[in-house]
């Protein structure tokens, strides 16, 4: 098994979890790492793609641009999330660099030659798929029915289930690497109200906030509460 592979973080959790010692070692022949800066566009809409990559580290949402200009973040990935569209030309969303993210980067070609030799491969590749499909779902009832309150709560443990892939359950200490415009894009609010709400959280001591972007979650079992699960 490549070096890199036995020390990567994502690689039980991510797609790469169903090759076998030898196809991890032909995968990762072609495979190159990289670290990318927050803002960095990492897959265009509509653009035929040429490569793939498996999420390591850091936060990358997706974005869906309307006819008139104006985008709406649609979802955000995480480690040790698959980035891009197999089985089809192009994707129908931008991804975007929400934070320093580094990537285990391969072809398309390099993805579809180890598909076809590792049928577990593709299995995964749908699990994960269905995944977000569940996740988009669930974000709907967010979006649909929580109050403000709510969906500020709901964040903030969405990224703790997700921030670090190493962690079991919620991490309870973590950077919000989205800026406050992002975030409230993602919810749908203001930016004044993702403030006021994440005040409210701090000040009824259930989290505490450092440097106006490290949380700690003081008490998990209020905040779902406060997400109104």
Not at 61 to 72: A, F, H, N, S, V
Not at 84 to 92: E, I, K, L, M, Y
Request: some cysteine.
């Amino acid at each position: 098994m490549p070096v890199l592979c036995q020390a990567c973080e994502a690689r039980h959790g991510g797609i790469c979890g169903a090759l076998d010692p030898g196809q991890l070692q032909q995968l990762g022949r072609q495979t190159a790492r990289r670290e990318v800066a927050a803002g960095t566009q990492l897959v265009a809409a509509g653009v035929p793609a040429d490569g793939y990559a498996n999420i390591l580290g850091g936060v990358v949402k997706l974005i869906k641009l309307m006819p008139d200009g104006r985008q709406q973040i649609v979802g955000l990935q995480f480690a040790p999330d698959f980035l891009g569209r197999p089985f089809a030309d192009s994707s129908d969303v931008s991804a975007e660099a929400a934070s320093t993210v580094r990537l285990c980067v391969f072809s398309r070609s390099a993805l579809e030659r180890m598909v076809a030799q590792a049928p577990a491969l593709e299995h995964r590749l749908h699990q994960q798929a269905l995944r977000e499909l569940d996740d988009a779902r669930e974000w709907m009832i967010t979006l649909g029915r929580k109050s403000a309150p709510e969906r500020v709560a709901s964040f903030l443990l969405l990224l703790a289930a997700h921030i670090d892939p190493l962690v079991p359950g919620y991490s309870t200490t973590f950077d919000i690497t989205l800026k406050r415009a992002d975030i409230a894009d993602f919810l749908g609010l203001t930016i004044e109200t993702v403030s006021r709400n994440l005040s409210a959280l701090r000040k009824a001591g259930i989290i505490s906030i450092e440097r106006r972007r490290c949380i700690t979650i003081n008490d998990t079992a209020a905040l779902e509460v406060a997400a109104g699960r």
